[in-house]
């Protein structure tokens, strides 16, 4: 089966420091991934999302999320956080053959001034 | 933009009643799905369908059933709520597995 693991709980950035959430998953094979974002009181927001290709996936709001095989990783980057960007982060994966989506715990993005 | 309407954005049901949670999308997609969000454990998939009557259980299916009878409408049903059902439910659309796009959200209490 598949799953995703994000080891942080809780993170918590200066505004205009650098963000790196970490997810890592378990699958045999090649793996959908995708980077989702929850502000408060708010709907699930896709930020990107990676199914082949180039590795660097470019998203939404400044993000950028790596795909590494050989880590099982797809973390999650953005070079200077904006107040704005405190929210609850979830890394999801699927797969070609299966139309669930399996969600990590979520990390917890607190931005301080 | 596809649209996933979930009926309620609060709701408060007393012990043993039964609850019906609706979801309705607009772009004809084939997949629908209802998950739960608690904190610390992220978004846990309930029931899913890939067609018209057709459902499969999730993770968490126990206390739950589901219904779809047109291809927009899902409806989540809970057959004697109870207080550990409490939680935040979302319901999304897919068509296939390349976009989901997920409802508000129902937060609903049981008491």
């Known amino acids: 089966a598949q799953s995703v693991t994000q080891p942080d709980i809780h993170i918590t950035v200066s505004e205009g420091a650098s963000l790196e959430l970490r997810c890592n998953y378990s699958?045999?094979?090649?793996?959908?991934l995708f980077w989702y974002v929850q502000s408060p009181g708010q709907g699930l927001q896709l930020l990107l999302k990676y199914f082949s290709g180039d590795t660097l996936v470019q998203g939404i709001k400044g993000f950028e999320a790596e795909f590494k095989r050989s880590q099982s990783s797809f973390n999650l980057r953005k070079p200077s956080v904006h107040w704005s960007d405190a929210a609850e982060y979830y890394c999801?994966?699927?797969?070609?053959?299966?139309?669930?989506?399996?969600f990590g715990a979520g990390t917890t993005v607190t931005v301080r001034a | 933009d596809v649209k996933v309407t979930q009926s309620s954005r609060y709701l408060v049901k007393r012990t043993g009643e039964k609850v019906f949670l609706e979801c309705v999308q607009d772009?004809?997609?084939?997949?629908m799905f209802w998950y739960r969000q608690d904190p610390g454990l992220g978004l846990r998939l309930i029931y899913f369908?890939?067609?018209?009557?057709?459902?499969e259980k999730g993770d968490i299916p126990e206390g739950y059933s589901v219904s779809r009878e047109k291809k927009e409408r899902f409806s989540l049903i809970l057959e004697s709520a109870s207080t550990n059902q409490t939680s935040m439910y979302l319901c999304a659309s897919s068509q296939y597995n390349y976009g989901y796009t997920f409802g508000s959200g129902t937060r609903l209490t049981v008491v």
């Open positions: 772009m004809d997609h084939e997949n």
């Open positions: 369908s890939y067609d018209v009557k057709m459902k």
């Open positions: 699958y045999g094979a090649t793996p959908y």
């Open positions: 999801v994966i699927t797969s070609n053959d299966d139309y669930k989506l399996s």
